[in-house]
């Protein structure tokens, strides 16, 4: 089995920065995309960021030029760097990866539990 575990949340103040991180642990014997996703109150969950094995990236229309997706293969641990914060960025923060486990196919999907982060005044 495969966990991700998110962290580097918290409560940050309007124009702030956070940088969450996500690293993967289990029998992992590659890992394809990664991906940030976000789901504030009463939302739906919404990708943010997704970065593939080779390193290229994909960022949501919001988050352009304030957040910057990256990953460390040899860690197996992604990154979000998020710079000037607004309230609007206020959410859960998810990352999901595909894994392919002791070599065998298929890859799977697999959900961390989540980092809280607010941004407020």
């Known amino acids: 089995q495969v966990q991700l575990a998110e962290s580097g949340g918290g409560l940050v103040q309007i124009g702030g920065s956070l940088r969450l991180s996500c690293a993967a642990s289990?029998?992992?014997?590659?890992?394809?995309?990664m991906s940030w996703y976000r789901q504030a109150p009463g939302k739906e969950r919404e990708l943010v960021a997704t970065i593939t094995s080779s390193g290229s990236t994909n960022y949501a229309d919001s988050v352009k030029g304030r957040f910057t997706i990256s990953r460390d293969n040899a860690k197996n641990t992604a990154y979000l760097q998020m710079n000037s914060l607004k309230p609007e960025d206020t959410a859960v923060y998810y990352c999901?990866?595909?894994?392919?486990?002791?070599?065998?196919?298929?890859?799977?999907?697999?959900w961390g539990q989540g980092t809280q982060v607010t941004v407020s005044s």
């Open positions: 999901d990866a595909w894994v392919l486990t002791d070599w065998v196919p298929p890859t799977r999907h697999y």
């Open positions: 289990g029998s992992i014997s590659r890992i394809d995309a």
